[in-house]
């Protein structure tokens, strides 16, 4: 049974920095590219970030330069460090989990943690 668990939002003001988590299990970790999406209240969820089996990143335009995506294979866990927060980045934080090519596409990943929420105070 795969299992996605995600950790580390909160409530931070702006300019602040926040470090998500997602422990990943059930799966062979190694094997799965994994990306990090977000859904605002009132808006679709959105591709954030991913990196691939091989540690290949791609960043949504909004967040390139200041949010970071990482793997620790060894762990099982992806990270998310978000520095330069805004109010706009206010949103549940979900990590996926899909085996094949990394996407930027919801659609494509199968695997679903059950979210984050981060809060971006002006």
């Known amino acids: 049974q795969v299992q996605l668990e995600e950790s580390g939002g909160g409530l931070v003001q702006a300019g602040g920095s926040l470090r998500l988590s997602c422990a990943a299990s059930?799966?062979?970790?190694?094997?799965?590219?994994m990306g990090w999406f977000r859904q605002a209240p009132g808006k679709e969820r959105e591709f954030v970030t991913y990196?691939?089996?091989?540690?290949?990143?791609n960043y949504a335009g909004p967040v390139k330069g200041r949010f970071t995506i990482s793997r620790d294979n060894a762990k099982n866990t992806v990270y998310l460090q978000m520095n330069s927060l805004e109010p706009e980045d206010t949103a549940v934080y979900y990590c996926?989990?899909?085996?094949?090519?990394?996407?930027?596409?919801?659609?494509?990943?199968?695997?679903w943690g059950q979210g984050t929420q981060v809060t971006v105070s002006s």
């Open positions: 996926a989990a899909r085996s094949g090519v990394a996407s930027t596409s919801v659609r494509a990943y199968d695997k």
């Open positions: 059930g799966l062979t970790f190694s094997g799965y590219a």
């Open positions: 990196i691939t089996q091989i540690g290949t990143t």
